[in-house]
C-alpha cells in the first residue's frame, strides 16, 4: 500500500498542475482559487470526521497544524502563484525540485545525523532530470523580479522542508489523530492564509470568474482529487515513513504533468525529454531505495503469509 499509495500522489499531484493551469486560464483569481481549493477541502474532511464522532476540538486548535498549515499549504502555494508572473513554469518547476532536498536537510538537522551520499546523487539525478523535461520552457528574461521569484521558490520549498518534517513529528506524537484529519486542519489554516492573501491584493473584484464551466471543474477536482486525497494520502505516507520519500513526489510531478499536457492538451515533447524522464525515474529509485526495498519485502512477506494460511 505504501508504494502504491506513492504512485498514486505522483500521478495525482501531475495532474494537478493541469488542472490548475487550464484553471488559471480560464480567468480564475490564482490567490482565491487556491485559497477555496484548501479551505473547502479542509472544512468537507473535518465535517466528515465529526460526523464520524471524532472530537476536532483539541485538533483544530493545534498551534503544531496551525504552522504547518503555514509552511506546507500558504507559503509553499502563494509563492509559487506569485512567482509564476515573472518565471517561466519550466524554471518554476525545477526550482520546487528543490523540495526532498530541504526535506532532507531539515530531517539530517532533527535526527543529527549525516546524510547518505546515495540519497544525495540520487536527488541530483532527479534534479538534472526535471532541468532537462523543463528546458524548454526557459523564455523569459532575467530581471530583478526574476531573481526576486526564483528565491522566493527556493525560499517556499525551505517552509515546505521544514513544514513537511514537522507533520511527522506531529503524527508520531499522537498516532491515535488520524493523518487525514491532520491534513484537513492544517489545509483549512492554510487556505485561510490564501483567502486573505486574496483579499489584501485586491482578487476580491475578480471572484465572480470562478463562476465559469472550466474554473468550477478545475476547482473541484483540485478539492477532491488533489487535495483530499492527494495531500491526505501525501500526509499518511509522512506518518507512516519517512518525509524525504513522499517528497520526492517533486520529482516526479513535472513529468507526469508533461505527459498529461502532451495527451490533453497536445503540447509538444521533444526527444530530451526521455533523457529527463530516465534520470528522474533513477534519482528517485535511488534516493529512496532502502525505502522501496523494505516495503516491497514487506508486502511480499505478506502475500506468502496469506497464501500459505489460505492453503
Not at 466528515?48 to 483539541?58: A, G, I, Q
Not at 502563484?81 to 525545477?94: C, H, K, M
Not at 530541504?102 to 534534479?127: C, D, F, S, T
Not at 526521455?274 to 529509485?285: K, M, P, Q, S, W
Amino acid at each position: 500500500m505504501v508504494i502504491l499509495n506513492y504512485c498514486f500522489i505522483c500521478l495525482t499531484f501531475g495532474t494537478t498542475f493541469l488542472a490548475i493551469k487550464i484553471g488559471i486560464e480560464a480567468g480564475a483569481p490564482p490567490f482565491f482559487s487556491a485559497g477555496m481549493r484548501f479551505f473547502a477541502a479542509g472544512v468537507i474532511m473535518m465535517a466528515v470526521f465529526k460526523m464520524r464522532n471524532y472530537r476536532l476540538k483539541t485538533v483544530l486548535f493545534s498551534s503544531s497544524l496551525v504552522f504547518n498549515g503555514f509552511c506546507l499549504t500558504f507559503i509553499t502555494f502563494a509563492s509559487l502563484y506569485w512567482a509564476e508572473q515573472f518565471i517561466p513554469s519550466g524554471l518554476a518547476a525545477v526550482l520546487s525540485a528543490t523540495g526532498p532536498m530541504m526535506v532532507l536537510l531539515h530531517q539530517a538537522r532533527e535526527n543529527k545525523q549525516p546524510i547518505k551520499k546515495e540519497q544525495l546523487a540520487g536527488m541530483a539525478a532527479a534534479l538534472i532530470g526535471v532541468f532537462l523535461i523543463s528546458s524548454p520552457g526557459f523564455s523569459l528574461p532575467v530581471s530583478g523580479m526574476w531573481v526576486l521569484a526564483c528565491f522566493m521558490i527556493i525560499l517556499s520549498e525551505w517552509f515546505y522542508g521544514l513544514g513537511t518534517v514537522r507533520a511527522k513529528m506531529f503524527t508520531s506524537k499522537h498516532p491515535d489523530i488520524s493523518p487525514f484529519l491532520s491534513n484537513a486542519v492544517q489545509m483549512f489554516y492554510g487556505g485561510i492564509f490564501l483567502l486573505a492573501v486574496s483579499f489584501l491584493t485586491g482578487e476580491q473584484g475578480k471572484w465572480l470568474l470562478l463562476a465559469s464551466y472550466e474554473t468550477v471543474l478545475s476547482l473541484l477536482y483540485l478539492i477532491i482529487i488533489g487535495s483530499i486525497v492527494g495531500h491526505g494520502l501525501y500526509y499518511w505516507l509522512v506518518s507512516k515513513t519517512n518525509p524525504v520519500f513522499p517528497s520526492t513526489w517533486l520529482y516526479i510531478s513535472p513529468l507526469v504533468a508533461l505527459i498529461a499536457g502532451y495527451i490533453i492538451l497536445n503540447e509538444i515533447m521533444k526527444p530530451i525529454t526521455l533523457i529527463g524522464a530516465f534520470l528522474i525515474l533513477f534519482g528517485v529509485f535511488l534516493t529512496n531505495r532502502s525505502t522501496f526495498y523494505e516495503y516491497w519485502k514487506k508486502g511480499a512477506l505478506f502475500h506468502r503469509t496469506a497464501s500459505k494460511n489460505f492453503d
